[in-house]
């Protein structure tokens, strides 16, 4: 299969970096094809602006929506943003790999979104009716594809646990599982999560790479996350509220669009 | 008193840059001192990268947790975020203006973050013992200072309630209310959103505003939200795992750090 792995480490030499070439020595070993995305080699534009739309009238006001419509559907966006579209189109599986910086995605990646997930492509697409409400959440242009999240976090599991102080990992997570990769269309899976990553010594590493593989080896096979699909009856439309009587007793928040 | 908004928008002419120039007037009529960080204007460096840290030595692996303590440290920070650091510490209240894009902010005020919260200055400071767990989470470089998100967002107030299919606000923007603005000392108020932020006319803008008037007007009297401090007996040290009998029936996950 074909996987593309968007990496935002600025030091190859880091923990980011050996796990980056263990996951493409693992994958290509099982016989998979891996492309990387790596954001700081590449010098990656992180903030979207208006040289992201180089056919817009110059001196015009910008407005991002329209604007990004326009590029995508007439073939006026920058090469680097094409080059990256046509990767993730490419892709059965993308592995967005990252340290959690102030309890997200470092900005370089958070840019990469930003620029390539265009109106017209990843958003803005689908019928708006009384049935449907556009191709989002579970429908999209990503529909049929897997995503996984591979990350380093320098604090302690515990920290992120269910009554930990940082807040849960899957709850901090879910504007980027559910809002970034669920939204176009991802069937999403569990993030693989390396806490007290200033901490890991050769021995450590070995136990954690052993685990990152037999992630690896269930990326197509393991079962997603169950987020809600948004046109199979779950929500309301126009307001897109959970239908009563859905969610379980006692869920409250971003847990109640697990099914 | 003194207020700084980091606005984070690449258009003047936009909603955005009106409400912007809305709360400088707003805040300069109420006699108070306003400095605008406007990131786009100022060509912000939104990835944080080896270049921060010009006294390290060439070739040499980037650490960059290290690094940044010994630039503050040792004063060899580049001059925009010594600049950046000098305006948040002048400052006694801080608004981050920004487009809700993606379910967070933009990269390129990400990046600010990234850049600007150095270790030894937003984290990295305090005692570790079995009392206290870091200066954080209610204490920090920030204590005493107030902090506020103005944004806007593309979709409906009902996609961000309690069930909507977005998730509630409050819970999308708790890794930054929380884990950016509270874990350095800021008292955060609650955010200022404005819904379907595409359809907004000159009647409904007179609207807005008039209601952004008023929460500037409290920005020094409101209560803040109630997250638990860390090290005020809420918590285990050092697991920070909130204490059993915390947290309300049926409060959980994000919610169960709010008193």
Redesign the interface.
Known sequence: MNILIVYAH??P??LNGALRDRMVATLTAAGHEVLVSDL?AQR?K?????ADFPAEPEGA?????DASHRAFAEGTQTPDVVEEQRRLLWADAVILQFPL????????L??W??RV?AHGFAYGVGEHSDRRWGDR?GEGVFAGKRAMLVLTA?G?A??Y????????ID??L???Q???LFYPGFSVLDPFVVYRA?RVDEARFQTIAADLDRRLAGLFTERPIAYRP?NHGD?EI?????KDGL?GT????????RA
């Open positions: 600025p030091e030499r880091s700081y990656w992180a903030a979207l602006d208006g006001r910008l407005r991002l929506i910086w102030w309890f997200s995605m470092p900005a370089i958070k840019g979104v930003e997930f959440y320098g302690w515990d920290h646990a269910e009554r930990g102080i940082n807040g849960p709850d901090l879910f504007p980027i559910h809002g970034i200033e948004q929500y126009p307001s897109m509220r959970l969610g006692g869920q409250q928040g971003l847990r109640l669009h």
